[in-house]
């Protein structure tokens, strides 16, 4: 299965923009397109966030759209400047030639949004891992091969958890389940640490952590790992991103990210609160003897 490139959320929230204007002014995309000397088709991809649009196409746009109140040309202009700088700007810049597209994605995306919940099957999410769990997981992945291509992952996946730390801390809330705290990755002594680093980060006011036992049986969330991120703007925004062996799937239709919320919601129900699943992680912990 292909890897679906998201569109930015900058770009998605100036698309949106764009394209409300264009239609209050009784524009279609054709019209739009002679004002670019474009294509129909670079249109949709702008009002859509799949492209950058430069500073003079957009004062055409604006021009031809009737768009004179000057806050609003203002948003605008900022909206695009802050999309086209979230392309070329950013700590993870220094790790591009070893970032895949989907992963580069995800973090551009974190890096912006508001809230992150996950629903995980086999493994610790990253934002939580320790150091020794992330190497176990990126040697047994046989993407990268030679020890310095590991180190700089791990380096890239330390990095990431910074997200939840500093005056604006990602909210992050995780649902695990049971078999996550039995497989042991990387051996008792790493399992054992990583677990309690969870109760650790589990104290923390941004991150709430849930269990959803073995004992539940069968259940909505059960047939695969994701995450739904979600923005400070408006909910139409939120993506959901699923994991597959062969590529990461985008999804930002919000049909389909209605059906991720409502399994989220599912799961978060079905789960251990979060008082009783840390319980659970420390005493399995204690199974763990390095």
């Known amino acids: 299965m292909p890897s679906v490139k998201p569109s930015t959320v900058l770009g998605r929230q100036l698309g949106d923009d ?7 002014a009784g524009l279609s995309t054709a019209d739009a397109a002679e004002v670019l000397d474009c ?3 670079k249109i949709s991809r ?11 196409d957009l004062i055409a746009l604006m021009q031809a759209y009737g768009v004179e109140d000057p806050e609003a040309q203002e948003r605008l202009k900022a909206l695009a400047r802050r999309a086209n700088r979230r392309r070329r700007e950013g700590w993870w810049r220094q790790y591009e030639s070893m970032l895949g597209d989907t992963y580069r994605d995800q973090i ?3 890096a912006i949004c508001e809230s992150i919940r996950t629903y995980q099957v086999q ?33 890239v996946r330390l990095a990431r958890q910074e997200r939840l730390a500093g005056e604006s801390p990602l909210d992050f809330w995780a649902v695990l389940a049971e ?6 990755v990387g051996g008792p002594a790493v399992m054992r640490a990583q677990l309690e680093h969870l109760t650790t980060m589990a104290k923390r006011p941004n991150v ?27 909910a139409s925004l939120d993506l959901v991103l699923t994991e597959t062996p062969t590529g990461n799937i985008w999804m930002e239709r919000e049909p389909e990210v209605a059906s991720y919320r409502a399994l989220f919601d599912d799961a978060r129900m079905a789960a ?5 699943s840390l319980a659970l992680i420390q005493r399995i912990a204690k199974e763990y003897t390095p």
Request: hydrophobic content about 35%; overall charge negative.
């Open 272 to 276: 251990l609160p979060p008082t009783e």
């Open 208 to 234: 709430t952590l849930q269990v959803l036992p073995f004992s539940r049986g069968a259940h909505s969330g059960m047939f695969g790992p994701y995450l739904l991120l979600s923005f400070p703007q408006v």
């Open 18 to 24: 764009l394209r409300r204007f264009r239609e209050n």
């Open 108 to 110: 551009e995306l974190e």
């Open 123 to 155: 493994l610790v999410p990253g934002l939580l891992q320790t150091a020794e769990y992330s190497r176990a997981v990126t040697v047994a992945s046989r993407t990268w091969q030679t020890p310095e291509e590991i180190d700089r992952f791990v380096e």
């Open 46 to 56: 702008i009002e859509n966030g799949h492209v950058p649009v430069r500073m003079p």
């Open 39 to 41: 294509t129909k088709g």
């Open 179 to 184: 078999g996550v705290l039995h497989q042991q």
